[in-house]
């Protein structure tokens, strides 16, 4: 097999002599990248493991803390005692979680990822770290997890935490038999809008379906709507839809880089499965984000300040980021999932200098 690359301008063409994949019409395919080993470095590699040499886990807790500040918003909170500890508590617990379960999923994919090319230098397919060793860091992570929620949040916290954390113990696996393991990952995200709510206050029994194992009633009243008898808080609701969409969206772009070498290596992916139609996708997503993001500012009463700064400029970059994308050049998903990570930072940036502001008013 031999690989050809032309560059004209801004236009990057990559030609793969193989199986016969196509990208830009052209007749394309896998080329198994050859193994990269590495001197072992335990230390470097659980901290590569654990994304810390990136931002992305502050993306997570920040997806916390803008349901933390639409809840506050809501409620008509200052950035008080109560709003300071589920802050400082989400970012140790969303962290620490996001750390760990990244090392789970490169455990889980240690196989797949030396087949291709952009993670083929992650510590455990390179050798920088072993399969003990990371099996350990996981362990002894998730105790970490589960010990710094409980010791700052509380129990009612902790066990709302519970449906992210088995969801993200499944994420890695569905990727071998279904399709959308995109969704199962949109599902896991969308659960950590719950924790903040019941940080705030909020009774765990009223959650989706956690009525049923903690005795939660089924009367509907003001803020709530029933769905095949099981009581759904308005608010809640919506921030789910709306980070599920999302995050099925940004992981949707952020698969476009590995299309040709995840149908290779025998990865499933929404991005593999849609192909040319993978923009249409986007579209809907993004229509779907719009709908719940709105419907969660209404709800929530929120300010102008938080309609214009906030809920207006995500809804534009939607489009922004749709017509940016360029399937054919493999690094154009991951400079928009960056721009999508810190658009989160700057929603709740933008709703936390809501509710600071309030409480100065």
Known sequence: MAVTQTTAGKNQQ??????GHTTNGKSNGYVQPQSVKVEHNLAKGIWQLCRL????????A?????????????????FDSQVQKAFFGILASFQITHGVFCMWNDICDRDFDGKVART?????????????????AFIVGFGLAIGATYAIL????????????????????CKRVIWAPQVVLGL??????????????????????????????????????EVAG???????????????????????????????????????????????????????????????????????????FLWTAGVAVWVLSIPFSIIRLDPADRESGGRIFLVNAFLVLYMAGVAGLDVFLTAKQ
């Not at 990559?14 to 199986?19: A, E, F, H, W």
């Not at 040499?53 to 997570?60: A, K, N, P």
């Not at 083929?120 to 350990?136: D, F, I, N, W």
């Not at 719950?194 to 803020?223: D, S």
């Open 230 to 304: 099981v009581r759904l808080l308005n608010l809640p609701g919506n921030l789910f839809g709306a980070i599920f969409s999302w995050l099925v969206y940004i992981d949707l772009i952020y698969a476009s880089q590995d299309r040709v070498d995840d149908t290779g290596a025998g990865v499933k992916s929404l991005a593999v499965f849609l192909g040319d139609h993978l923009k249409s996708g986007l579209t809907f997503l993004g229509a779907l984000q719009t709908f719940f993001f709105l419907s969660a500012a209404y709800e929530a009463t929120a300010s102008t």
């Open 62 to 78: 920040s997806i916390g803390w803008v349901a933390l500040f639409f809840y506050a918003v809501q409620q008509n909170l200052s």
């Open 14 to 19: 990559i030609l793969l002599k193989g199986n």
């Open 120 to 136: 083929k230098q992650r510590p455990l397919p390179s050798g920088m770290v072993t399969y003990p060793e990371a099996m350990v």
């Open 154 to 173: 509380g129990l009612d916290v902790t066990l709302a935490m519970g449906p992210a954390w088995v969801l993200s113990f499944i994420y890695p696996l």
């Open 188 to 225: 896991t995200m969308a659960t950590c809008v719950f924790p903040p709510w019941v940080a705030l206050g909020g009774e765990l029994a009223e959650l989706p379906f956690a009525g049923k194992f903690f005795g939660g009633g089924a009367l509907v009243t003001g803020g709530q709507y």
């Open 53 to 60: 040499h990136t931002v992305e886990g502050l993306s997570t």
